[in-house]
């Protein structure tokens, strides 16, 4: 489809829109017509909303992903300037129809669940993390050899699991970009950075991914997830041994193809190593300690209904008899996370910030692109958590690979939580005792090992892999597209997978 749009960018508003393609504008009009029809042929209004809405209503969740994954390849420059009008408009595709069928009340209670405690919780901290860990700089020579930068990696995916994978991520991103500023070869080691540091490094605590802290809310043990340490482990010696004997390769080629390059690297005045901004870990502690203060909040009398298990909190509605409540909880840890970044963004001096090469436009990307799929999601995910015990998932590997599957897609700690629940309607007489019902530990083992690897396996599965590829490319590395980046992942992620499969999650035993 081509885009008509103006190559000047400067030209008034009213002028660029006239030039939009009219296909553009019909396939609009036809999404919203099919949505308003499939919305209106739902059923009676006492059943629960995941089993009324049909199939289709993903539609505007699948042209999201779909946009997210097409329009860079098409026309990058018309995608970064256009980024929140296509997140809005796949919104409003949803959102008008959804209004106009079920009505005020629906509306507001789907977008609250969605935006002020899912999505708003989900920005801040990865707000936090990326303001407090950009103001902390590794300064000092470091030349990208294969040696270093595999210790980068190392460190990084040791340390995700403790600072978190944005933590991380945003920690180890910037010392490699200069590492490697000379290598024309660096795609490979952006790529596996978004693996190990990014996804599979944050599988050994709460802090470390996002659906792990929310199973830790709902009762699941904090130390219980070092259960994941063997997979983890495996995963990451493969993918580091892989990744080792593609750097050397590239490394090699580098230095035959480019060697004026690689000396003026050489000659440069070799600096010692020097952390600045280490007052931020004071930041990041107070971060860390938020999210975990709030763990343990949740189980206090004085925040937790004991009868009921639920947080207490404000009431915003009610709908069908059942209060929407923002918990006290989330209002204490996102005010902490906040205040720590207020305090770096004070605190840190502008260099140390122009050393790291920060800039805004990162959390910024990931904000925008976000609240689409978190609002477009809104259907998938009622259509999982009302039928997905009509899945006939009864063995862990089917746990690992649906809930991986869908966390590619869908934000991996909502994806979590569902499968979570149907893990919990299974019946399970002992296991992990959860506010959703006791668990078989190896269908837990399962749905977590699914929803924090798998998220690798795109850039939309987990926000740093968004934050990361942006740097990058702002860094001038060729990260990728969308369709590229699984091509990667499919490569090596997957077949790993199912190596997972075999040794942790036997498909052959009920």
Known sequence: MPLLISKNWKEPIFVRLKKISITTILTFISIFAINSVVFASTGSSDEELGTRLPIWSILPFVCMLLSIAILPLVNGHWWEHNQAKISAL??????????????????????????????????????????????????????????????????????????????????????????????????????????????????????????????????VPFFWTMKLILPMALNSIILLIAFYILDRRAYKKDMAAYPESMAKAAAEKKEPLKIDGLHNV????????SVILSGILSKNPAFAD?????????????????????????????????????????????????????????????????????????????????????????????????SGILS??????????????????????????????????????????????????????????FMVRSIAEENEVKMPGFFGYIGWSMTFLIPLFILNTLLFFNPFVQ
């Not at 930068?149 to 403790?162: E, F, H, K, Q, R």
């Not at 260099?351 to 990307?365: S, Y």
């Not at 299974?426 to 699914?450: E, H, K, R, W």
């Open 306 to 402: 004991q009868s009921t298990g639920l947080n207490k909190g404000i009431t915003i509605m009610t709908i069908h008899g059942h209060g929407i409540v923002i918990p006290y909880i989330n209002f204490i840890r996102d005010t902490i996370i906040l205040i720590a970044a207020f305090l770096s963004m004070k605190t840190t001096s502008r260099g140390i910030r122009m050393n790291n090469n920060f800039t805004w436009a990162p959390i910024k990307e990931v904000a925008i692109l976000f609240a689409g799929i978190f609002i477009t999601m809104i259907p998938a995910l009622a259509i999982l958590g009302a039928r997905g015990s009509e899945l006939g998932l009864t063995r862990p590997a089917h746990f690992f690979w649906a």
């Open 282 to 289: 004071i930041f990041l502690a107070m971060i860390i300690g």
């Open 90 to 219: 796949w919104a409003l595709v949803f959102l008008i129809p959804f209004l106009i069928v079920f009505g005020v009340k629906e509306m507001m209670s789907g977008l609250v669940h969605s935006i002020i405690l899912d999505y708003i919780p989900f920005i801040v901290l990865l707000f936090g993390l990326f303001v407090v860990t950009g103001g902390i700089s590794l300064r000092g020579t470091l030349n990208g050899t294969p040696n270093v930068n595999i210790t980068i990696l190392v460190i990084g995916t040791v340390l995700a699991s403790w600072v978190g994978t944005t933590g991380a991520g945003m920690l180890m991103i910037r010392p490699l970009l200069r590492a490697n500023k000379w290598r024309k070869s660096k795609t490979h080691i952006f790529v596996f950075f978004i693996f190990l540091i990014c996804n599979i490094g944050g599988s050994l605590t709460p802090i470390g991914d996002p659906p792990l802290f929310l199973g830790f809310l709902r009762g």
């Open 408 to 465: 590619s897609f869908l934000d991996n700690a909502p994806t979590y939580l569902v499968f979570m629940t149907t893990s919990a309607s299974l019946g399970a007489t002992s296991g992990i005792a959860t506010t959703m019902g006791t668990i078989a530990p190896d269908m837990l083992l399962a749905v977590s090992c699914g929803a924090v690897f798998m998220g690798a396996n795109t850039y939309i599965g987990n926000a740093p892999n």
